[in-house]
């Protein structure tokens, strides 16, 4: 066999064959953990508190360890998602404009990670139920989702969604958007209960 033939047949396949091989390697996407979410079930929160709601069975109501002198005060804990609805009570007392001013700012101390703040009013004379609700986008946001709720003359609450791991709002998006279902229903459940006169 002629060197020239056997270096043809040999060589050249072998020279296509390394170009032809040679891949490059592609990372696969970041994925996350699949989330499995109950479906959504109610039952009642009525005490001696001076408000009512429904709030989900999958969660519990807790006093709030950070202000355990503020007796209405509570946590609403989602302990399967690491996440906490904070909720505080104040009576009013000439003082609803300080209140919806500290609320405002505790929202707007958000911007800095925030992509959106879309705000919804809520007006519900029937109930003597007037506020607002936070809806705050963005993927290092601390509380994606706050509201207030007012009678406008005696009494003040406020809420605010929390999660205790860092905040990554791409994989937490399901969750959030679970919880925000059940933040809702408790604002359509939500009454307020008439003061006990003595």
């Excluded at 408000?51 to 360890?65: G, L, M, V």
């Excluded at 202000?67 to 007392?93: C, E, G, T």
């Excluded at 109930?127 to 609700?133: D, I, Q, S």
Aim: proline share 7%.
């Amino acid at each position: 066999m002629n060197k020239k033939i056997f270096w043809t047949l040999v060589l050249v396949p072998l020279i296509l064959l390394s170009f032809s091989c040679s891949s490059h390697y592609t990372p696969k996407p970041l994925g996350y953990f699949r989330i499995d979410l109950p479906q959504h079930q109610y039952r009642r929160f009525d005490s001696t508190f001076p408000y009512r709601f429904e709030y989900p069975t999958y969660a519990r109501i807790t006093d709030d360890p950070n202000s355990p002198n503020q007796k209405y005060w509570i946590d609403i804990r989602y302990p399967q998602y690491k996440a906490s609805l904070h909720i505080s009570y104040k009576v009013i007392n000439h003082n609803l404009r300080k209140y919806l001013e500290d609320s405002r700012k505790l929202v707007v101390k958000h911007i800095a990670k925030a992509s959106a703040i879309n705000d919804s009013l809520i007006v519900d004379p029937g109930r003597k139920l007037y506020g607002m609700t936070y809806d705050i986008e963005g993927n290092g946001v601390a509380s994606s989702y706050q509201f207030i709720l007012t009678d406008s003359s005696r009494n003040f609450l406020r809420g605010s969604l929390y999660f205790y791991v860092v905040p990554n709002n791409d994989s937490l998006e399901p969750v959030i958007q679970f919880i925000k279902d059940d933040i809702r229903h408790l604002i359509k459940t939500f009454h307020w209960k008439k003061p006990v006169i003595k």
